[in-house]
């Protein structure tokens, strides 16, 4: 196979090479990432290395039988902050049922070795935490959703489990628990929270998700691209542009479609109105649960604008149905965007006033600041991103450290806090919204003309009934910026239909930081601090 | 002391929201009409999520906000199910939740109805013949309406409410 290289790609094959013995096995490159093959001590050599060199642990996932191979294949994905391409290094555990952790390296391992536990029975020796996942008591043991041999379907389960899930125990004088949830007093999506408090504050909280668990990375295996499209949409509803971008990038590169210019100017701007009204949703509830709902109210009222905005431009509320490998399914027409411009402008006027409202009132601030604070050291090793992290002193944003689609020419405009509190979240997330005006503002002022659709694909959507077309077979991996984070796509093809589907959310990773951010808090800012974070169950749970 | 009149005099305190949409007020006029002939004079409403992709939350806590204000149609939105007349179910029903499902549909006092809100609660929708999901709500629990879409919009979820009173109103008069 032709390899083609650049000089990023070169660099990461000369830091590995200068830490493990022996030339690593080059296994394929394109512009942004590298994949290299190494034997197990190889692998032990390189991980404490990488971390060292302050690389992140920002994926892990497991495949069975890729490429030729038989048994499981590990895929290790590494980023350094501010370098584009991602090297993934590819470890082989064959038929082996255990192979070392990485944990206590890295700690975003932790989450990442139990979900690959639940979903292929492989064991990690030394982990952290050798808990189930997101298999919770009803599925029975050695029940492995993601291995070949399992078909999917309907399984035996149990509806009364008579085993519990161990919480961590915090015991001494005065201390005790609260448990939260599944089902929240709200109109929220399911997750427990364990706290143990002394009097009001807050000792230690530990978070069980994975009650919204739906089996969609299952559910991927066999389909067409273009009709896993809708399955991306689903991972979270209000990230649905983002993920379903990051599906199709990732189809796009595996199958060497150039997505046309119109495409992905369309598509930054729809990334960046669902940016606009998911962030309108953090600031609307960080004001709801300080009890303000004067500065709450206009925050609602202008996400539904863009909600009526969206509809108008694509017919759906939520973008989609628009996105698919290779391009839109239809164009946006330019009557319709022409009103985009003075749409924006009134917004603004609406939403300075709104945001001066809110620095005008001293028990807002006063609530906001120096309450659930993550600090900067938290950021790498839990590999949080997107404004958590830009909140706490990370300036790291996909859009400008590996940019894609239509961010190669507009990028927006960075916002960093140092503080790492709530306040701090809301001041980044109020930048954002300005930023991500601007930026749409001057992406439909050079909006090109032209096709929105690549003629040639490469896999079996379109052109399935062509009988000369085999499909593509290949695997390539996407980052986009979703408005809670970096969300990871990872397609592998087999003739043109997804063999694997790995899709990690910026939350999977930023939910791990609550726990942290809580502590030494008072429980009644638990809530603030939970939406000031805004997570998504449902991108996590899958 | 204040002159009374003077508060009816005075320019009203909220700002101005320049919205109204007609259909919308027909459809909250009809339902406030509706209520009293099943409940006493309002609805009180537990969203409970099984499952969903978290836009059908979107959409129903959307109700809320100033463009529709549902409360103001007699419409609510409690915490707990023991306060609940309707159990507004979204998502396809996972493993992981039916138990909390049934818990919280049998903290319900009597009478009771349950809605089953976009089409993963009708059906199943996407994730039918996922291992990890039982299917629609009506697996779990007596469904006595289906609302459906990907997310149904909040007008959508409100005209299904409508349809919902009517037919409890029917059978509370006929006795069934």
Known sequence: MDIKMNKDTMELLSIISGIVEGEPELLNARENEIYLRLSETGFEDATPALAERKFSLIGLF????????????????FKQAGRAPVLVLVREAGKEKKVTSVAGTFPSASWFEREIRDGFGLEFAGALDTRRLFLHECYPEGFHPLQKAFKNGPIRWAEAPSTEYRFRQVKGEGVYQI?????????IEPGHFRFSVIGEPIFSLEIRLFYK???IEKLAEGKSPSKCVALA????????????TGFCMAVEQVCGINVPERAESLRAIMLELERIYSLLGDLAGMAVDVGFALVASPFFILREEVFRQNEK????RFLRGINTPGGLKKDIPDSLLKGLPAFLKKFSRAFESAFDRAMSSSSLIDRFATTGIIKKELVSPLNLTGPIARASGCPADTRLDRPYGAYKEFAPEPSVR????????FEVKTNEIRASVNLILRLAEKLPQGPIFAESTGYAGQNLREANNPGATGYSLALVEAPRGQNLHWVYLKNGLVDRYKVRTASFCNWQAIEHAVLGNIVPDFPVINKSLNLSYAGTDL | MVNPLSLFLRKKVTETFEFRDEELEALGTEIKKEIPKVFGHSLAIRELDSGSDNSTEIEISNLGNPHY???????????????ADVLMVTGA???NMAGAVKKTYEAMPSPKFVVAVGDDACDGGIYKGSYAVLGGVDKILPVDMKIPGNPPSPKEILKGLVVLMKQASKEVKTGV
């Open chain 1, 418 to 425: 140092k503080r790492g509190d709530v306040f701090s979240r």
């Open chain 1, 313 to 316: 431009l694509t017919g759906s």
């Open chain 1, 213 to 215: 668990h739906r089996g």
């Open chain 1, 62 to 77: 497991c495949a069975e039988a890729f490429e030729k191979k038989s048994g499981f294949t590990l895929f290790y994905v």
């Open chain 2, 93 to 95: 029903v996972t493993l």
């Open chain 1, 179 to 187: 448990p939260v949830g599944p089902v929240h007093a709200g109109i």
């Open chain 1, 233 to 244: 949409e689903a991972v979270s509803g209000d990230e649905s542009m983002a993920n379903a």
């Open chain 2, 69 to 83: 204000d549902v409360e103001r149609f007699g419409i609510s939105f409690v915490a707990s199910p023991r306060h």
